[in-house]
């Protein structure tokens, strides 16, 4: 029995034995090897063979590419706003700066009596804003739509040694351009024309509202248009009369400033007698 006891504690030892190099790499830290580097699967092969390029269409030059194509419109100004939900926020930013810094400045210079034509004032700036916006996204519109005819097309065109080619695009591209524009093009397209649409729709009311608004606007003449309007100052007196009630208006103050208001004209013989009207004394004059 204790022979037996004996044995069994020897082929343990025996087991459990390292000798001294094993023991000091035992107790020492394990290091980890470094990894290999992501291999990108653009970088395995080119269009037609090896190298980089795995995923561009056979046959195009890589600068005609679709898929180029549209990495290139994304580097554009602005082309890269419709590509999240913070578009929108983008275009009010973009709309409050165009109002403040030009559309109201300008309209100012013609609807300046305020508050009297402070309505006149917004419609107009709004007016010239929305011009402008509707530019700025029917741009973008046009730069999407162009990539996404691109990418749904079976057949590619493009130029080489000043000669236009057509090359068929395979199944491996037919699959990848159709998943770009349903997930990348498709929804920044949407959110365009969700943005359109409202900007339009202003657009008209606004120059709806200031062509049907009788408040009088001060407009430059020159050439054939001054000739017929001084004519008619002289010739009509109804028509004379109006002119400077419109101009009390601009001018503003109580109905009894306005009846001491005088044109400019009357400060000048020569101006009065072109004027005509009251026997050339100018008309409002006396």
Not at 147 to 167: D, H, I, T
Request: one cysteine or more; charged letters at 25%; proline letters at 5%.
């Amino acid at each position: 029995m204790f022979a037996q006891v004996f044995a069994q504690t020897l082929a343990l030892a025996a087991a459990g034995y390292l000798p001294p190099d094993a023991r000091i790499a035992a107790s020492r830290p394990c290091s980890a090897l470094p990894r290999a580097g992501a291999i990108f699967a653009s970088e395995t092969r080119e269009a037609g063979g090896q190298g980089p390029g795995a995923f561009l269409q056979r046959g195009l030059p890589k600068n005609q590419q679709p898929v180029r194509e549209v990495q290139n419109l994304r580097r554009e100004f602005l082309f890269d706003w419709p590509m999240d939900d913070g578009y929108t926020d983008k275009l009010k930013g973009l709309y409050g700066a165009t109002m403040l810094v030009v559309s109201l400045p300008i309209a100012f210079d013609t609807y300046r009596v305020l508050p009297a034509q402070l309505p006149e004032l917004l419609a107009a700036a709004h007016t010239g804003t929305a011009a402008f916006m509707v530019v700025a996204v029917l741009r973008l519109r046009l730069g999407w739509g162009f990539v996404q005819k691109r990418l749904k097309e079976r057949v590619s065109y493009y130029e080489q040694n000043q000669r236009g080619f057509l090359a068929k695009k395979d199944d491996e591209a037919v699959l990848r351009d159709r998943l770009i524009e349903k997930s990348e093009v498709a929804p920044a397209l949407r959110r365009i024309d969700r943005s359109l649409l409202p900007l339009l729709a202003s657009l008209l009311v606004s120059t709806a509202a200031l062509e049907i608004s009788d408040v009088p606007v001060l407009r430059t003449l020159s050439g054939d248009s001054a000739t017929r309007y001084t004519s008619q100052l002289r010739g009509d007196d109804e028509f004379a009369a109006a002119e400077q009630a419109k101009a009390r208006q601009r001018m503003g103050g109580g109905a009894g400033e306005q009846e001491n208001v005088k044109p400019l004209y009357c400060d000048s013989r020569y101006y009065k007698i072109l004027a005509g009207g009251n026997s050339q004394g100018g008309v409002g004059c006396n």
